[in-house]
């Protein structure tokens, strides 16, 4: 069974503090990505990777950055976290190989920010 | 640039009525379309896509070019379908691109 693992379930950090938000996946794709999830706004895109190293601004990047160091992890940074992005944050992984374009989703992870 | 709009954030059902989800969405040129669902904490997964005409847990859709809409239908809705449902757009036979969603609809199938 394919995975994308979020390392943590519910997250509560201070106001400023900085947040690592950890995302694996085992299925040796490609592409990976960074949602927020909030009610009535649907899914987000915060940031996007295509490959090792490289990374694309999604609709919301203003805040985050990120890193894909490996092919399996990609890292979801809160510089200084605020109260607005207390949310659930969704990361995703799809394949450019065949005619699958289907995302796969890891569990998510909720963020207080206080 | 791509645009997924769901007009009904709720949507309350009885067990056995049909049940209809609205997407309309904006995109010049060929979409792929999927619906996405999230049943009460489980994570976000595919219910069907548009480029496979099949028929998922009794659900379809139709992508409708002229209407730009791709609503998700059961002719008889039962009380395990409640949960949130996505509907989202990507561009056809692009690799690597992304995703976009629309807002979402809660929808509650009623005893």
């Known amino acids: 069974d394919v995975k994308v693992t979020q390392s943590s379930r519910y997250l509560v950090k201070r106001t400023g503090e900085k947040v690592f938000l950890e995302c694996v996946q085992d299925?040796?794709?490609?592409?990976m990505f960074w949602y927020r999830q909030d009610p009535g706004l649907g899914l987000r895109l915060i940031y996007f990777s295509y490959d090792v190293k490289m990374k694309e601004k999604g609709d919301i990047p203003e805040g985050y950055s990120v890193s894909r160091e490996k092919k399996e992890r990609f890292s979801l940074i809160l510089e200084s976290a605020s109260t607005n992005q207390t949310s659930m944050y969704l990361c995703?992984?799809?394949?450019?190989?065949?005619?699958?374009?289907?995302?796969?989703f890891g569990s998510g992870t909720r963020l207080t920010v206080v | 640039a791509q645009r997924v709009t769901q007009p009904e954030k709720l949507l309350s059902v009885f067990k056995g009525a049909p049940v209809e989800l609205k997407c309309n969405y904006s995109?010049?040129?060929?979409?792929?379309l999927f619906w996405y669902v999230q049943y009460s904490r489980q994570r976000l997964q595919l219910l069907l896509r548009h480029i496979s005409r099949e028929s998922i847990k009794g659900f379809t859709a139709d992508l409708n070019k002229g209407e730009t809409s791709f609503h998700l239908k059961k002719p008889f809705a039962q009380e395990e379908d409640s949960a949130m449902y996505y509907c989202a757009l990507t561009p056809q036979g692009t690799s690597g691109s992304r995703l976009t969603f629309g807002e979402g609809t809660q929808l509650t199938v009623n005893p």
């Open positions: 995109y010049s040129g060929s979409p792929e």
């Open positions: 299925m040796d794709h490609e592409n």
């Open positions: 995703a992984s799809r394949s450019d190989r065949g005619l699958n374009y289907g995302y796969t």
